[in-house]
């Protein structure tokens, strides 16, 4: 990999819970990121299935700060009250209405992408149920999707998040079975970590429909800024550029330890990568 290969950076607003929104901005700005994943927790940007924030200070934000939406990121997982494998008419017509609003969120800042997961089903039923109404919300979720122009990348989880898609292949039969050109792959290098898998599994099974990433290190657990775990950004990097990857890479370094002063982890994940990619041109 040369020099002309350019990685763009993204923050995340997740471990910036306990700072102003305004303050997060900034501080992206100040280290030096190239865009920003929304993560909709309420302290930041209100969003359930019946209203949202208006979109016009993100807007605003996004502008002066010079960094555009990449992604938006809904809360989503148990206990959160949204499950794409929601079970239950009522919950299901929350979950499908909270989903579309944040598409549409997606669509009116410009940042065409919804980062979404399968959801989880109760460990008291079979699997295939739950699997079975994921791919009924994320077929309904992926033809929205295609009207507003905006595209869902589904992410596996790790094991304790959830019980349906945890690896490459459960994604690949996944997005098998809902069949929707608007249902991409995110790959995240934590949940891909847990599975024992690598960047190039899952450019080898995916290709040019890995369209986003959450980069991240990882030892005992996952969302660690890069140096406080034990994997290999060097070898990352090379998978990514070898296979020509255009996305963004979201440090989404939001384990409890970064809340005090979640800038200093973004710091030290940016000097990392600036590190590993001064490397490859020596």
């Known amino acids: 990999m040369t020099s002309h290969q350019r990685f763009r950076a993204a923050a995340t607003n997740c471990a910036y819970r306990f700072y102003s929104l305004e303050y997060f901005f900034s501080s992206s700005q100040r280290e030096g990121f190239d865009a920003v994943e929304l993560w909709c927790g ?15 200070h993100i807007a605003a934000l996004s502008k002066e700060s010079g960094l555009p939406i990449c992604a938006i990121c809904p809360e989503q997982n148990n206990p959160k009250p949204s499950n794409v494998a929601a079970r239950g008419d009522d919950a299901i017509r929350r979950s499908r ?18 980062s979404i997961t399968s ?21 309904t979720l992926g ?19 959830s019980n349906l898609c945890n690896c490459a292949r459960d994604l690949r039969t996944m997005l098998e079975d809902v069949g929707s050109a608007h249902l991409k792959v995110l790959l995240d290098t934590g949940a891909m970590w847990r599975a024992g898998e690598s960047v190039q599994d899952y450019m080898d ?5 890995v369209v986003h990433c959450h980069f991240t290190d990882a030892r005992e657990t996952s969302h660690l800024a890069w140096g406080d775990g034990v994997r290999d950004m060097r070898g990352d990097l090379l998978a990514l550029a070898e296979a020509g990857y255009s996305g963004c890479l979201t440090f989404e370094s939001v384990d409890p330890r970064y809340f005090v002063d979640p800038a ?9 990568l600036k590190r590993n990619l001064e490397e490859f041109d020596t």
Not at 42 to 56: I, Q
Not at 97 to 114: C, N, S
Not at 205 to 209: E, H, L, Q, T, V
């Open 205 to 209: 099974a995916f290709g040019k429909d």
């Open 264 to 272: 200093a982890a973004d710091r030290q994940s940016l000097a990392a």
């Open 143 to 161: 033809s929205y999707a295609g009207e507003r122009g905006v595209t869902l990348a589904l992410e596996a989880l790790q094991p304790e998040e």
């Open 119 to 139: 959801g989880w089903g109760f460990l008291d039923e079979s699997r295939e149920t739950a699997w079975d109404r994921s791919v009924r919300m994320l077929s």
């Open 97 to 114: 209405q909270y989903f579309k609003r944040a598409i549409d969120v997606a669509a009116d800042l410009g940042a065409g992408m919804v």
């Open 42 to 56: 309420p302290m930041h940007f209100f969003m359930d299935y019946a209203a949202n924030d208006s979109v016009s």
